[in-house]
């Protein structure tokens, strides 16, 4: 894992200052999740076929193995299907066979400067969501975000004040009578993002404002020319959406 700064001097400037390779993974290929929350860095570790969980803590400028820091079984727990960070929380989702993921929860208790385990977002639905439920997600300051390309559905949930639990916001997606599937999503302060693919052959970006989202609110941005083909990968800042495609 490469740790990249940005200049103070010269904002648009970004330099490699380190590598995270330390201990018993040096020189193992790790990093293929990674989340950053306050100081603390989340990374996965193939050991054995399963995925294990790593994490670091920022000390000035140094980055050091914070094992205690999260009530985590390193050698019983594997990894699950996604991993996501916001402010003060962390998020991963397992998936089983046939059902909607489910979350592991972790808040950052500032008081005694550990994670401990924290309320488990359960929406009340009408409709059920399918197994296709989480396994992609977004993270941004107090709000999760997950994609459901079984129902057409994008859930957005808000970690509630002192971590009592998760407000949920449901959005309907259009998916042009289901001929776009979502395959990635992002999200910021108020807009989420959801990356569409028609038929594997073009796709394009829908954004919701999902603060007073209603049902029925059409995407705010959407592209007639194609953003990306097959596969791609989106970002959102506070007034940019970056997009990877191939």
């Known amino acids: 894992v490469s740790i990249y700064e940005r200049s103070q001097t010269n904002p648009t400037e970004w330099t490699r200052t380190r590598k995270i390779l330390e201990g018993r993974y040096s020189g193992t290929l790790y990093g293929k999740q990674i ?7 989340f990374v996965s570790v193939p050991e054995n076929s399963i995925e294990q969980l790593v ?12 094992a ?12 699950g299907e996604a991993m996501v960070a916001g402010a003060g929380w962390l998020a991963i989702s397992h998936r089983k066979p046939q059902e909607p993921s489910s979350f592991d929860i972790y808040v950052y208790d500032e008081a005694t400067d550990k994670w401990e385990v924290g309320p488990t977002p359960s929406p ?3 409709m059920p969501l399918s197994e296709s439920f989480g396994t992609d997600l977004a993270a941004r300051g107090p709000h999760l975000a997950a994609y459901d390309a079984g129902t057409g559905r994008a859930l957005v949930f808000t970690l509630m004040a002192g971590a009592s639990g998760w407000q949920s916001t449901e959005i309907i997606l259009d998916t042009d009578g289901g001929t776009l599937t979502p395959v990635d999503i992002a999200i910021n302060e108020d807009t989420v993002a959801i990356a569409m693919v028609r038929d594997n ?6 954004l919701y404002d999902h603060i007073g989202y209603s049902a029925g609110d059409a995407p705010s941005i959407t592209s007639s020319n194609p953003l990306f083909v097959g596969e791609g990968s989106i970002a959102l800042s506070d007034n940019a959406l970056f997009v990877a495609a191939r």
């Open 124 to 126: 009340q639905l009408a």
């Open 201 to 206: 052959t073009a796709g394009e970006v829908h």
């Open 35 to 41: 989340a950053l929350s306050g100081d603390y860095l």
């Open 68 to 79: 205690d820091a999260l009530p985590w079984t390193q050698d019983a727990d594997p990894l």
């Open 55 to 66: 994490i670091y803590k920022r000390i000035g400028n140094m980055w050091e193995e914070a």
